[in-house]
């Protein structure tokens, strides 16, 4: 038994907070440093969503599964929608769309799962790898401004102290981890992975 993910489609841009909201959060009031810290704030964002195993601005995800006790749980919450569930039925060789009024998807719980409508069943497999396919959406909006706040600090947090300390080792510490004060914030959005 397996399950994987990949991204079908990236929002044009991943990044949290902006380069204006950066720079005040530094204190930097000339544009000699943007292009850094424009690239700060993109390894901020991903280093948060690897933290927390989310992804913050929408995604287009594909799961691919086994069996149908893979689809409890999604990767990569929060799901902002679910788009498709397909599997391999009596034909082994083409999808079939599997009707929503079967199945739930549950976005509160974290993370995200598929449940079975009451009195429904989940269809038989074909004897194969990758028999189902879950197209869905993750994440918290199309905008910066749908992410959360307690994220958008932690994210400006590391820009902060990446930012002050360039160099990987400062004296006495590594500089270049997470700040703790960024975990602190982000572990109240972290996904265990099933």
């Given at each position: 038994?397996a399950?994987?993910f990949?991204?079908i489609?990236?929002?044009a841009?991943i990044?949290?907070v902006?380069l204006?909201?950066?720079?005040?959060?530094?204190?930097?009031g000339?544009?000699?440093?943007?292009?850094?810290?424009t690239?700060?704030?993109l390894a901020a964002t991903q280093?948060?969503?690897?933290?927390?195993?989310?992804f913050?601005?929408?995604?287009?995800?594909?799961?691919?599964?086994?069996?149908?006790?893979e689809t409890?749980?999604?990767?990569?919450?929060?799901i902002y929608?679910?788009?498709?569930v397909?599997?391999?039925?009596?034909?082994a060789?083409?999808?079939?769309?599997?009707?929503?009024?079967?199945?739930?998807?549950d976005?509160?719980?974290q993370?995200?799962?598929?449940l079975?409508?009451?009195?429904k069943?989940?269809?038989t497999?074909a004897?194969?790898?990758a028999a189902?396919?879950?197209t869905?959406?993750?994440?918290?909006?199309?905008?910066?401004?749908?992410?959360p706040?307690?994220?958008?600090?932690a994210?400006?947090?590391?820009?902060g102290?990446w930012y002050?300390?360039?160099q990987q080792?400062v004296?006495?510490?590594?500089?270049?981890?997470?700040?703790?004060?960024?975990?602190?914030?982000l572990?109240?959005?972290?996904?265990?992975?099933a």
């Amino acid at each position: 038994m397996a399950k994987s993910f990949k991204v079908i489609s990236f929002p044009a841009d991943i990044s949290v907070v902006s380069l204006s909201d950066a720079k005040d959060h530094l204190r930097v009031g000339n544009s000699d440093d943007d292009t850094l810290i424009t690239n700060l704030i993109l390894a901020a964002t991903q280093a948060a969503q690897n933290y927390t195993n989310r992804f913050f601005i929408n995604h287009t995800l594909r799961m691919d599964c086994d069996t149908w006790d893979e689809t409890e749980y999604f990767y990569k919450s929060p799901i902002y929608s679910s788009t498709s569930v397909e599997y391999y039925g009596t034909s082994a060789t083409v999808y079939d769309v599997w009707d929503s009024s079967n199945y739930i998807v549950d976005k509160v719980h974290q993370p995200a799962r598929l449940l079975l409508q009451e009195n429904k069943t989940y269809p038989t497999l074909a004897d194969r790898k990758a028999a189902i396919k879950l197209t869905y959406i993750s994440g918290y909006g199309t905008t910066k401004s749908d992410v959360p706040q307690g994220i958008k600090q932690a994210v400006l947090l590391m820009i902060g102290n990446w930012y002050e300390n360039r160099q990987q080792v400062v004296v006495g510490r590594v500089a270049n981890e997470v700040p703790k004060s960024a975990e602190y914030l982000l572990d109240q959005y972290k996904i265990q992975v099933a």
